[in-house]
Every structure is written in C-alpha cells, then in structure tokens.
C-alpha cells in the first residue's frame, strides 16, 4: 500500500503541476487562449501568477510594392527596404485564485487569451500595408464545476462566464505626400478602436484521482463586438488630397467583430511509479475573422463605401493545436515534463502564420507542501510561406504588398508561482 500512495502522490503532484506550463505559440491572434487547469487542483485553496514571455523572430524578405500608386518606402515616393522584421517580444500575464468546498470548486481568474503586435516600421516598402499593428485582450473569468461519484472516479460538470475587453490600432502609410507639402505631412493615418463583452464556457471532465487520470472537454463561446469604436486620424494628410472626403480629418469610427469560440480535450494519465502521459486537441474558430471593415459613425457626417474606409484584413481559416507529453516526479522536490506541439497556420494567403512546431520543457520546484516553483522554456519553429494578393467573395485582398518569410524560430520563457493551503 505505501508503494502504491507514493505513486499516486507522484502522479498527482504531475497531473496538477506540470501539465500546464510549458508555453506555446499558436496561429490567429492567439497567446494560449483559455486555461482553466487550476480548477482541478486537490487543495481547497490556491494561488497561482505568472507570466510567459514569447520571443518570435519572424522575418520578411523579397518584398514588392505591387500598387505603386498608394507610395512605398519612407516618405511614400521612395523605395524602403525590401526585408523587415516583422515581429515583436510580448508577455502574457496570468493570475488564479481557486476555492474548494465539497463536492464545488469555483476559480477566479485574468488572463489575456489573444493579441498581436507586429512592427516592420517605416523604412520598408510594404508600409502602405501595415508600419505597426498591436491588439490587446484583458480576459476576466469566473468558471466552477460540481462533481460526484461515478465508478470508480468522479464525474464533473464545469460551467462559468467571462467578460473580455479588447483595443488595437493599426498604423500604415494611406497617401504619398510630394513635395513641399511633405515637410508638414507625412500621409500616415491610424486606426484606434476597442470594446467590451461577455462570454461563457461549458464542459464535462472525468477524474480518477488513483491513476492520476483526467480527461475534459470544455467549449468557449464567441465573444461578440458588436460596437467596436474608435477613431482614424488621416490629419497627416491634406484636406482633399485625391478628392477624398476623409483626408485631412480625424473622425470616430465604428466596426463588428467576433473573438472566436473553442473546443478542448485535455487527456492525462499516470502510466508508471511517478510518470505522467499527457495530450491535447484543440480547435479554435479563427475562420469567424475575415475582413472588419470600420465606417465612419452617422454623426460625423462623412461617407462609407463597401468594406469600410479602412479595414484589417485577416482572412483567417480554423486553427488546430495538438499537443502531448511526458512528466516525471524526481522527488519530493522536483518534477519535470517534455512536451510537443503542432498548430495548424491559419493565413490563407494573406499574412504570415503558418504551421509552427514548438518543443518545450518544464520544471516544478516545491519548497515545502504549500509553496511550489515552476520554470519552463519553449523553442518552436515558425514555417516558411508567403504573402500576397487574394480574392475572396470577388474582392481582392493584400494587393499592396507582397513578401515572402523562410522558417524562422520563436522562444519562450514561463516562471510561476503557486501557493496552496
């Protein structure tokens, strides 16, 4: 019987420790999505924060400027470069409060499920198609599940909401400006917007807590903007440049957008005396995002045409992630996993995420019983394509700039650290 406890402690000890630090990089605006592991811890209480700092290294190369009449290069008249660096560093924050009572455990937690930042400045020749675009999410969530006996484990239903609020901005090169009027302008505009709403999630998961086994299906909702405001200020470029309306003015716009719902199943089992398999699959509805075209508001007066005075074009198709490892408890103290993930590209022609494949690895320090360390580390590679004109339902898309990108490397660093009582 004792060998059998120090197996089943080793195991559990894997199944609620390890399995979810190792970071990944995924397709679409994702930055790990939803995570609600910490749901399934043991103790009655815990406090987890942490953070994961991912370093992609997306390069673009052989770019063409195939609209000359939108400028190209830094003052909108000459040649940029033909190669950028299209990607930029960011963190992912992470904070957990779980309590326990009975048969219910509820979790309390924030999170920032998506976004982007890329930033091939203004010395290129695709600035017409983007200088910088960042997009922001701030995931606030609420999510408890209710268990019983069933067999010889614990069947559990999880139910809970969340309330996501998003802001991005786009900056690009819209007009060239000739001289002398390009001592005052330099014929950039940029997009700010943001919004606010909820969502919910739903799942089932079984637990036999002897064999460290655990398997959960939990399905995310969409997260509907419907009042996607802001502003476009085209104040660097002259009142009436090309005739347009919008030149010369800044104006509140307003848009709709949908953050995309999911579907995960997450499987662990023990396999041996302190040895932990684990696995995922998980879909995510990234094909919701094609084109989001921005109007300007009615009070402003000013005209829309079909697609909206500016857009982001996206033309996104469904992402995959799967996933799967190996944990081992070394001791009392240390515990470590190896892990291995696909995701599937999600650009169609426009744009630059590809497959990537990501090999991690983690290690978990447990200073006594309530306090527990957890470092990990990820290297991935990003694959090779390209970017260029599509069309889509009769409208062109991407036919500013075109480029290419070879298989480049993305990094990642993860610490957290969990309290338990």
Request: hydrophobic share 35%.
């Amino acid at each position: 019987m004792a060998t059998q406890n120090h197996i089943i402690k080793g195991a559990l000890s894997l199944a609620i420790g390890i399995t979810s630090i190792t970071p990944a990089f995924a397709g679409g605006l994702d930055r790990g999505g939803y995570n609600i592991d910490q749901l399934f811890d043991a103790s009655p209480f815990t406090f987890s924060s942490g953070v994961t700092y991912v370093m992609p290294q997306r390069k673009l190369k052989n770019a063409r400027d195939t609209n000359p009449f939108d400028g190209s290069g830094t003052n909108g008249l000459g040649a940029g470069t033909t190669y950028a660096d299209d990607s930029e560093n960011y963190a992912i924050p992470y904070v957990g409060i779980k309590g326990g009572y009975d048969a219910i455990d509820c979790l309390v937690d924030y999170s920032q499920p998506f976004g982007a930042h890329l930033e091939p400045g203004a010395g290129w020749i695709g600035v017409q198609s983007n200088i910088e675009t960042k997009v922001r999410t701030d995931n606030y969530g609420l999510t408890c599940s209710y268990k019983f006996d069933v067999g010889p484990g614990q069947f559990r239903v999880i139910g809970g909401g969340f309330y996501q609020e998003i802001e991005g901005s786009k900056t690009r090169l819209v007009a060239p400006i000739p001289a002398p009027a390009s001592a005052i302008y330099n014929g950039v505009g940029r997009l700010e917007m943001s919004d606010e709403a909820p969502g919910w999630r739903a799942g089932i998961a079984y637990e036999i807590p002897e064999y460290a086994l655990r398997a959960s299906l939990v399905y995310n909702s969409r997260v509907k903007y419907d009042n996607l405001s802001g502003t476009l200020d085209l104040t660097q470029i002259p009142l009436g440049t090309g005739g347009s309306p919008w030149a010369g003015r800044r104006f509140n716009v307003v848009g709709s957008a949908e953050a995309p719902d999911s579907l995960e199943l997450k499987v662990q089992s023990g396999i041996a005396p302190d040895w932990l398999a684990f696995g995922s699959v998980k879909w995510t509805n990234w094909s919701l995002i094609q084109s989001i075209g921005f109007c300007p508001v009615a009070s402003s007066g000013l005209p829309c045409r079909p697609g909206g005075v500016t857009s982001l074009d996206l033309l996104y198709r469904d992402g995959w992630t799967v996933s799967g490892g190996i944990g081992h408890k070394f001791n009392d103290q240390w515990s470590g996993a190896v892990s291995l993930t696909w995701d599937r590209g999600t650009s169609t022609g426009v744009g630059t995420q590809t497959d990537s494949w990501t090999l991690g690895t983690g290690v978990s320090y447990a200073f006594n019983e309530n306090v527990e360390l957890r470092l990990a580390g990820a290297v991935g590679l990003l694959t090779s394509g390209s970017s260029g004109a599509v069309t889509r339902g009769g409208v062109v898309y991407g036919n500013d700039v075109s480029y290419d990108f070879g298989n480049d490397i993305v990094t990642a660093v993860s610490t957290s650290l969990k309290v338990k009582f």
